[in-house]
């Protein structure tokens, strides 16, 4: 998730929780004409998240790349190639619109001509396996059956689904009789991705879908960061869950350098994790109403006592 299952995120967790995530794709990186970055951000900074020094002990990453310029592309992939990275992520499942207006993103998907010319310039060029990670369409489910032939034409490393549309952001549910529609169709490894929130949820999905490779948690593991350890047979234990919630905001205060991104990015991730302790919505606001992060913290300190 964007902003979100970044570096520090994945590094705490690998801490907390040794083990429990085989792999995550972290978040994408985006392209821009020439790999000319906005705002005159070096390389090194926009790879900061996968700089594989940065990621000793942190969960093995896969790279994703948001773009749709096959040079750029190119280059980028194969510069991740000799970081060590032997397999990048295609993202063209992003919903945000600000992304989607360019054709990037979900924003490609009603433009079949517009995905295969990408894959023909840089399948053959890249070095590294590519995976892609989709929605079933931008605007509507029927979209994905255009695509599913062009995807067939290229050795992809897997295609993981989620089955929304662009259009729906992440309101109303995965569309799960389009995803079986689609999942025969497919010659590659197939992951599910969409709503995975508890151990019945995987079982569902497995049970529903048994010919699928595997199951990306996204959403889920912010709202109940002990679910892999639930899915393994563990049971919930809310002593690791404050562990973690308590380890996250102290790497926050030490690594973020001002009081404004302490504050934000506290907020950020306590707006999905208060969710996972015993405590009402009216008491989560007060740490999110806080205007300094002295408040932030203390506020926290009490709510996971």
Not at 150 to 175: C, E, F, K, M, W
Request: charged fraction near 25%.
């Amino acid at each position: 998730m964007q902003g979100l299952t970044e570096l520090l995120f994945r590094r705490v967790y690998e801490e907390c929780f040794p083990g429990a995530i085989s792999l995550a794709v972290a978040p994408f990186i985006s392209l821009t004409h020439n790999l000319q970055f906005a705002k005159g951000r070096s390389m090194e900074t926009m790879l900061a998240d996968v700089l594989p020094e940065s990621n000793k002990g942190s969960i093995p990453v896969v790279p994703q790349i948001l773009g749709k310029e096959p040079e750029e592309f190119v280059e980028m992939g194969n510069m991740l190639y000799e970081m060590g990275y032997m397999e990048v992520n295609w993202n063209i499942g992003c919903p945000m619109r600000n992304i989607t207006g360019k054709h990037r993103g979900s924003g490609i998907l009603p433009y079949p001509d517009e995905v295969r010319a990408v894959l023909d310039a840089v399948v053959p060029r890249l070095k590294s396996r590519l995976s892609i990670k989709m929605r079933i369409g931008l605007r509507n489910k029927e979209e994905i059956f255009a695509l599913v032939p062009i995807l067939n034409d290229y050795p992809l490393a897997s295609v993981t689904i989620h089955p929304r549309t662009g259009r729906q952001q992440y309101t109303g549910v995965p569309d799960l009789e389009t995803f079986g529609h689609v999942l025969p169709m497919i010659k590659h490894p197939v992951i599910y991705n969409g709503d995975i929130c508890t151990p019945h949820d995987i079982r569902r999905i497995e049970e529903r879908f048994p010919s699928i490779a595997d199951i990306m948690v996204g959403r889920g593991i912010l709202y109940r960061p002990t679910l892999p350890l639930e899915i393994a047979g563990a049971t919930d234990s809310q002593q690791l869950t404050v562990h973690f919630i308590q380890r996250l905001k102290e790497e926050i205060k030490t690594i973020l350098p001002t009081e404004q991104s302490k504050i934000r990015k506290t907020k950020e991730y306590w707006s999905l994790l208060w969710k996972a302790l015993p405590i009402s919505e009216m008491q989560a606001r007060e740490v999110l109403r806080a205007q300094e992060f002295t408040v932030v913290d203390n506020l926290i300190d009490q709510l996971t006592q």
